[in-house]
């Protein structure tokens, strides 16, 4: 009989770190298909007939704003986040996939008013920079052996500190916080990008041989990669794109 204790250690390491590599490219295909879906969502909002329900544009004053449908798309992906962990908990793997596929295209209907305000150059520029910006911190993640809880942990509570601060200055108006969050947003979700590639290998190995959690895990992994990249993206747009 085959006794699993005569498996050289090395080959024991090289089955997990296979597994985990499957793991991970799993993960991340949820999230580029995810990303694939926002800017669709996005693209077809601005250049569809469904820009009328999201926005009233008056030509004659040159002025756009969001319709009461708009704002509901615009907080809906707050709601959605909240609602996401109840799936994974209660729901089954095919119901936390869809509410993953939801939420993208949802965001990308709350984000297309930056194919409006923006230049499409400037759009593709910082796209690329985002990118490899989440590559390299990604790449940190997986292959360091320093532990990042207690970064992430500094960093999530910046994060609420950030949202507070950004929900204040919706009333204050003031430019000059506004670029000082878009910063400081970059600066959290650059360490956040690593922190949570560092913890979905920590839930690859938590899973064990439980299928469906493994599966779960695999999408709310990808969500919380897929929001470091968004909100990444959008902070530096604030920084770096060109206004039509």
């Known amino acids: 009989m085959f006794d699993v204790k005569e498996v050289p250690q090395s080959a024991a390491i090289e089955v997990i770190d296979e597994g985990l590599r499957q793991y991970m490219i799993k993960v991340f ?12 969502a996005a ?14 544009i008056n030509q004659a004053q040159q002025s756009i704003s969001l319709s009461g449908f708009g704002y ?3 907080f809906a992906p707050l709601i959605m986040i909240f609602a996401f962990q109840a799936v ?6 095919f119901a936390t996939q869809a509410m993953f596929w939801a939420f993208s295209a949802v965001m990308g209907m709350s984000l297309s008013n ?17 990118a490899a910006t989440f590559g390299t911190m990604s790449l940190i993640g997986y292959t360091t052996k320093k532990d990042l809880t207690s970064i992430g942990s500094f960093l999530r509570m910046g994060l609420w500190g950030l949202i507070i601060a950004s929900i204040v200055n919706i009333f204050m108006h003031s430019t000059g916080m506004f670029y000082a969050l878009s910063y400081l ?26 299928d469906e959690f493994a ?3 695999a999408v709310s992994g990808a969500l919380n990669l897929y929001l470091d990249f968004i909100n990444l ?6 920084i770096m794109g060109n206004r039509r």
């Open 233 to 238: 993206f959008i902070s530096l747009m604030n």
């Open 185 to 210: 947003a970059v600066a959290i979700f650059t360490g956040l990008t690593a922190y949570d590639v560092q913890n979905i290998k920590n839930m690859y190995y938590r899973a064990g041989m439980n």
């Open 215 to 217: 599966q779960k895990a």
């Open 88 to 93: 994974i908990t209660r729901g089954s793997v």
């Open 72 to 74: 509901l798309i615009v």
């Open 43 to 56: 693209y077809l909002v601005a250049n569809t007939p469904l820009i009328a329900m999201m926005y009233n």
């Open 29 to 40: 295909n949820y999230m580029g298909l995810g990303l694939c879906l926002t800017a669709l």
């Open 114 to 130: 930056m194919l409006m305000v923006y230049t499409y150059d400037s759009i593709a520029r910082v796209f690329l920079i985002s």
